[in-house]
């Protein structure tokens, strides 16, 4: 029979032409839907559980490609009332909704039925950014300098809004497609009312929190401690690694007190490739002291900082004009006419990646859509939704969920680098400082060439806003040379400052010592495995400390203020140190002040006040459920067990990663069968089956299912396809809710074994998209597994699984106990509601389940599975 096209999908790169054959292969397909989404992929997990990649389900131009966002799910049944959680999450959307900046993630909308909120966020495709600094080892100059204005840009403009961060770090940023910086993450976003307001919350995480809130109980000033851990990432993005990760009596980091002590006594270093301008700043923003540490604004007219001056020198209310205007978007990636700059390690993932993104702009190519005519080539994908004067969100209840996202996924991957950092600093020498120096010249001009594709993009649509207009033309002027009046104005500040050759800090002895001879390298260099660092620091983290040496704080405090000149006084320097002060004034009596914060209480940690989303199609309409919170941000919330919860999920998370699996969404969905041709779709209303037996097939399907009609880049399938769901309360009632958990936890199980089995191929279904969440997954939980949780990493599974089966069995049992006990509770009280079946060797129980003849559990046959598997071995 002759092969007669069907239809034309769009895959995103390709336009696939499908032919009859082909159809009936594929002829079963299924959109899992969120409201008006269709979800795709597992773009990530973090506290409250996946975001997934989502795509509007109708474009609102014929030939419109749809919007693409990312939806953080939360299942409402997982987050407690009035529970700490719930709090983070009516603090990220009541701070979101405030925040309209291209630096900082925008808040589409809110949605909910009865099962999950969907927070609705702007897709940031470029993926995480510690993962970018991983590629690439570390940044070049240039490309750290664009990022950390745009990071300082994102964070004053927040600050202005009298809104602080509180936990700025690496893995809370995201990069677009174009490779500019998104801030996202606000779950410990805080509100200060005045300038001077102080807070009392400790939180944020140890490697990038500032001394003051770990070493003194005294409140403190937020946007200091913004500043710090700006600087943190600012020295990351630089140096490849995070400073002071090389304490050899604290290596894990584990011990907070001492990692502050290490912090407030030891200078700060510098691998020789970090230039003194950016030096320079690093020293001004990493003082332990805040009240000596540089501010926001004084950061802003750095000399370093000053390509990007006119860029910084956009206010917080033009960028709110702009940004409502939808005339300003976020600038492209700087426009390399050579080649893409490859990472020194790893090209080929550098490489793959690149090749995406690419790949996404070349699609549009590929499409002949018409232009909107304020459509931003940052947003390629998406199309520009008309202007909202305030974000309709929805008020929410939510639950906690599981945390899979290690905390120490940046200090490990950049203890990574720098241990193969310092191997290369040994064996390559000084001889790279020359070679950088001589090269700066080339890297302003690569600069300058990203102003210029900066304004070209910038200025469309930018009319309505002269300021920002004005950033425009000079972005112009300073391409050809010729210096706006902006410029001359910080240059004349900063030629003040290095007139009167006052540094903050003293004359420093001038050791030329290089990295290979530093003290902390050396001993660095000994330490053969590192073993990362938690990153993440939170309330009542340190009460245990606190408690346990009581003199210890006062200690430190004092230790603080002194470690603060110190450090400045007795830093190690290289020849490139003697640079002069650079700034206009110290940071030392400088005051921020708020241009115009939110008016007062119009954030708040309680529920999001805003009219709920009208939703439709499987999505309750819940205005019924909003139950008006009147509950005020409690500062000095004392969660003693957070840090161990924290703890647990991060020995947990791989269990969690796995058991999600088959929770998702997608239990509401049910298989559409497309006609080809354009026949209306059937609907199997068959209720899934609840049966054990059935558990494997449907877990086959069930587990990729989100991510099979995601191609590889993001861009969905056959969008004008059916897609159908049937509403919550059809399949609740459908389906006991017991039977449908305990499907999934089979499920779940079965893609743990399965996902990171050699063999794995033989259990889990051909889609692409989820071998590379998959994969993802497993890389993340490589990359932020400490060794001891080594033994449930993939690999290992996968080497052991040589070994008798017993002994796998033994092993397992193991890392049972090394489960968080609520983890663990969890499956006891599962094990009481007749779990007999639900995967007895992970259960750890001794005796297997009975069970009916002919019925076997999906963990059952996994186990049976490794058994054949290791005697075939
Ligand atoms: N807007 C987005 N675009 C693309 N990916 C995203 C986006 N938001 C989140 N992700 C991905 O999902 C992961 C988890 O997101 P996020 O950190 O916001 O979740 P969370 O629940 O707030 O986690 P945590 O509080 O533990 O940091 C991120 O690391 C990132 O990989």
């Given at each position: 029979m002759a092969s007669i096209p069907q239809r034309h999908t769009y895959y995103g790169g390709e336009t696939s032409v499908y032919t009859q054959s082909e159809t009936t292969t594929r002829i079963r397909r299924k959109h899992v839907t969120f409201g008006p989404y269709i979800l795709g992929s597992t773009l990530g997990e973090g506290e409250f559980g996946k975001v997934k990649l989502g795509w509007s389900k109708?474009?609102?131009?014929?030939?419109e490609v749809p919007k693409q966002v990312a939806i953080k799910l939360i299942?409402?049944?997982s987050i407690p009332k009035n529970s700490e959680k719930e709090i983070k999450i009516y603090r990220e959307i009541n701070a979101l909704k405030h925040l309209s900046h291209p630096n900082i993630v925008r808040l589409e909308e809110v949605l909910q039925n009865s099962k999950y909120i969907g927070i609705v966020l702007e897709y940031?495709?470029?993926?995480e950014f510690y993962k970018y600094i991983q590629r690439k080892r570390r940044l070049k100059e240039a490309v750290a300098c664009r990022l950390f204005a745009q990071l300082i840009s994102g964070v004053n403009y927040m600050h202005s809004k009298g809104?602080?961060?509180?936990?700025?770090k690496l893995e809370n940023l995201l990069l677009d497609k174009h490779e500019n910086l998104v801030i996202t993450d606000f779950g410990f976003v805080n509100e200060f009312v005045t300038h001077n307001e102080l807070m009392k919350t400790s939180c944020g995480s140890?490697?990038?929190?500032?001394?003051e809130l770990v070493v003194s109980t005294k409140p403190y000033e937020a946007r200091k401690s913004d500043v710090w851990s700006c600087g943190v990432i600012l020295y990351a993005m630089s140096a490849g690694y995070l400073p002071w990760d090389d304490d050899p009596r604290n290596p894990d980091g584990n011990d907070i007190v001492r990692l502050y002590q290490y912090i407030t006594r030891t200078p700060l270093k510098f691998p020789e490739y970090i230039t003194p301008l950016s030096r320079d700043l690093l020293r001004r923003i990493l003082v332990s002291d805040p009240r000596r540490r540089i501010t926001l604004k004084n950061i802003q007219r750095h000399e370093w900082l000053k390509p990007h001056s006119q860029f910084l020198s956009i206010t917080p209310e033009e960028w709110d004009k702009a940004m409502l205007a939808k005339g300003v978007f976020r600038p492209p990636r700087p426009v390399h006419t050579?080649?893409?700059?490859?990472?020194?390690?790893s090209t080929s993932s550098t490489g793959s990646k690149g090749e995406k993104r690419d790949s996404l702009v070349m699609d549009y190519t590929l499409v002949p859509l018409p232009a909107?005519?304020?459509?931003s080539q940052s947003h390629v994908i998406t199309k520009p939704s008309p202007?909202?004067?305030?974000m309709r969100v929805s008020p929410v209840r939510h639950n906690m969920n599981r945390h899979?996202?290690?905390?120490?996924a940046a200090s490990i991957a950049l203890q990574a680098v720098v241990n193969a950092e310092r191997e290369g600093i040994n064996t390559?020498?000084?001889?790279?400082g020359n070679a950088h120096n001589s090269s700066v010249g080339t890297r302003a001009n690569a600069s300058g060439d990203h102003m210029s594709a900066n304004i070209n993009v910038s200025g469309t649509?930018?009319?309505?806003n002269r300021n920002v207009a004005k950033f425009v033309i000079q972005r112009s002027n300073s391409v050809t040379g010729s210096v706006s009046p902006l410029i001359n104005h910080d240059s004349a500040i900063m030629e003040k400052g290095l007139l009167a050759?006052?540094?903050?800090?003293?004359?420093?002895?001038?050791?030329?010592?290089t990295p290979l001879l530093n003290d902390g390298l050396i001993h660095s260099n000994k330490v053969t495995h590192r073993k990362p660092r938690p990153t993440s620091y939170h309330p009542g983290s340190m009460a245990a400390n606190r408690s346990a040496s009581p003199g210890t704080m006062d200690t430190l405090t004092g230790v603080a203020n002194m470690a603060a000149s110190r450090a400045m006084s007795t830093a190690e320097s290289s020849?490139?140190?003697?640079?002069?002060?650079?700034?206009?004034?110290?940071?030392?009596?400088s005051q921020e002040h708020s241009p115009k914060m939110l008016?007062?209480?119009?954030?708040?940690?309680?529920?999001?006040?805003?009219?709920?989303?009208s939703v439709s199609g499987d999505?309750?309409?819940?205005?019924?459920?909003a139950q008006p919170m009147a509950r005020r941000l409690h500062?000095?919330?004392?969660?003693?067990d957070y840090r161990q919860r924290r703890q647990s999920r991060r020995y947990s998370s791989f269990f969690n990663s796995v058991t999600e699996?088959?929770?998702?969404?997608?239990?509401?969905i049910v298989p559409v069968h497309i006609v080809p041709g354009g026949a209306p779709p059937r609907i199997s209303?068959?209720?899934?089956?609840?049966?054990p037996s059935a558990a494997p097939s449907r877990g086959h399907s069930r587990v990729p299912s989100a991510d099979i009609n995601t191609p590889p880049n993001g861009?969905?399938?056959?969008?004008?396809s059916q897609s159908v769901s049937l509403s919550n309360s059809e399949l609740v009632a459908s389906r006991p809710e017991k039977d449908r958990k305990q499907d999934r936890k089979r499920f779940s199980f079965l893609s743990f074994y399965s996902s990171y089995n050699a063999s794995r191929s033989s259990l889990v279904s051909e889609a692409p998209t989820h071998r590379r969440v998959g994969s993802q997954t497993s890389q993340r939980n490589s990359l932020s597994r400490p060794a001891t949780r080594g033994s449930v990493r993939p690999s290992t599974q996968s080497s052991q699984s040589a070994q008798p089966a017993q002994q796998h069995q033994q092993q397992q049992q193991q890392q049972q106990q090394q489960q968080p006990q609520s983890l663990i509770a969890a499956r006891a009280g599962r094990s009481k509601?007749?779990?007999?079946?639900?995967v007895p060797s992970i259960e750890g129980t001794q005796s297997p389940p009975l069970r009916p003849q002919g019925e076997q559990s999906t963990a059952r046959k996994v186990m049976d599975f490794f058994k054949r598997r290791s005697m075939r071995v």
């Open positions: 109708a474009a609102s131009a014929p030939l299942r409402r049944d940031a495709s470029g993926g809104l602080v961060h509180r936990d700025l140890p490697c990038y929190a500032a001394p050579s080649k893409r700059p490859q990472s020194s390690c909107p005519p304020h459509q202007p909202s004067p305030e899979s996202r290690s905390d120490s390559i020498g000084s001889g790279g649509g930018t009319s309505t050759g006052k540094s903050l800090e003293a004359p420093q002895p001038n050791r030329n010592i020849p490139l140190d003697s640079a002069p002060s650079l700034m206009p004034e110290s940071g030392l009596n008016p007062r209480r119009s954030f708040s940690v309680s529920e999001p006040s805003l009219d709920l989303q999505l309750i309409k819940s205005h019924g459920d500062e000095q919330v004392e969660d003693v699996e088959g929770e998702d969404v997608e239990s509401r209303t068959t209720a899934p089956s609840a049966s861009i969905p399938s056959g969008l004008p509601k007749n779990r007999q079946s639900a």
